[in-house]
């Protein structure tokens, strides 16, 4: 029964996330956003509600573990195995700015979480906490984040508007309409997941950590892989790093900043070697674009995330 109900909660937050991406796409283009612009927000912000609900609902519920645990979980899935597999579907050409704009802001994400649970993350045997004065200073950064994103969009002069007539009006309600019906997906399916996530931990001995660092952030992850992996298939290169990339500081800046606003978290041991697995992936990510092929994902180098990432979750299950 647990199970089931994972699985159920899964499949309402992955159609929850597909509504809330197909109509923020819709009306991001109305307005001539450009694909890189939709990755990092739009569609990021649609793939990462999975996460947001999981991760909130935990925080009320007081299961910090498990909310803490998803976004780092997940952030290491989508850096290391979506943006892997992505790669060896077609070489990912990454364009000038995600590489000095985008890329920077994922490694200030990464590195926020290891140096704000100080003064005792410094020390891996001890636990750290994340206060109601680090929640808002993530969320500082989110609000620059998005300033940023937008500053992108004009400096390539994307943002137009579009005339509306009444057919474009009847459109646009229809696409409002199927972000309000995602976002009531998302919602729904949040509460049956980390209901259903909790009690299996539990039965089987496991800790919400460690629930949320693989089952809860692997399923959660799911809509982020689909897109990546179908852009990538598409050719839509952009949209296909832009959503990891976008994803990832949502999940850190607004995600984490939220629910630790909600309830204060304590991270533990693992949950630290988490935070610094993140932050190692996201400045190797930053590297790789100056390695072979310059701004380019290669094959050899996506094959190289897949095997870290493998390698580190034998490392977390076995050891820590």
Do not use: H
């Amino acid at each position: 029964m647990y199970i089931f109900g994972i699985m159920a909660g899964l499949a309402l937050l992955i159609v929850g996330a597909e509504l809330l991406v197909r109509g923020g796409s819709a009306l991001a283009r109305r307005f001539g956003v450009s694909e890189l612009v939709v990755g990092l927000t739009i569609v990021a912000f649609g793939t990462s509600g999975p996460e947001l609900v999981v991760s909130v609902v935990s925080a009320i519920q007081g299961s910090t573990g498990l909310a803490v645990s998803n976004v780092l979980g997940s952030n290491l899935f989508n850096l290391l195995l979506i943006l892997g597999i992505a790669s060896l579907v077609t070489p990912l050409a990454v364009d000038k700015n995600t590489v000095w704009k985008g890329i920077p802001f994922l490694v200030l994400a990464a590195a926020s979480v290891f140096f704000l649970s100080e003064p005792q993350g410094a020390c891996p045997g001890l636990s750290s906490t994340l206060s109601l004065y680090d929640g808002l200073m993530l969320l500082c950064l989110f609000v620059i984040f998005i300033y940023y994103t937008f500053s992108i969009a004009k400096s390539e002069n994307v943002l137009e508007s579009v005339p509306v007539g009444l057919t474009g009006s009847i459109k646009g309600m229809a696409m409002a309409g199927l972000v309000a019906g995602g976002l009531l997906l998302l919602i729904l399916g949040g509460r049956i997941f980390v209901a259903s996530a909790v009690l299996l931990a539990r039965k089987f001995g496991m800790s919400e950590s460690l629930v949320g660092l693989t089952v809860v952030a692997a399923g959660t992850s799911l809509p982020e892989l689909a897109t990546s992996v179908v852009a990538a298939y598409r050719g839509k290169i952009s949209m296909a790093v832009g959503n990891v990339v976008g994803s990832n500081i949502f999940n850190t800046f607004l995600i984490l900043g939220l629910s630790v606003i909600i309830r204060p978290a304590t991270l533990n041991k693992g949950d630290l070697y988490d935070a610094a697995a993140v932050f190692a992936a996201s400045l190797t990510l930053f590297l790789f674009m100056f390695t072979g092929k310059r701004r380019e994902l290669d094959r050899w180098e996506g094959g190289a995330f897949i095997f870290a990432f493998t390698a580190y979750m034998w490392f977390r299950i076995a050891y820590i």
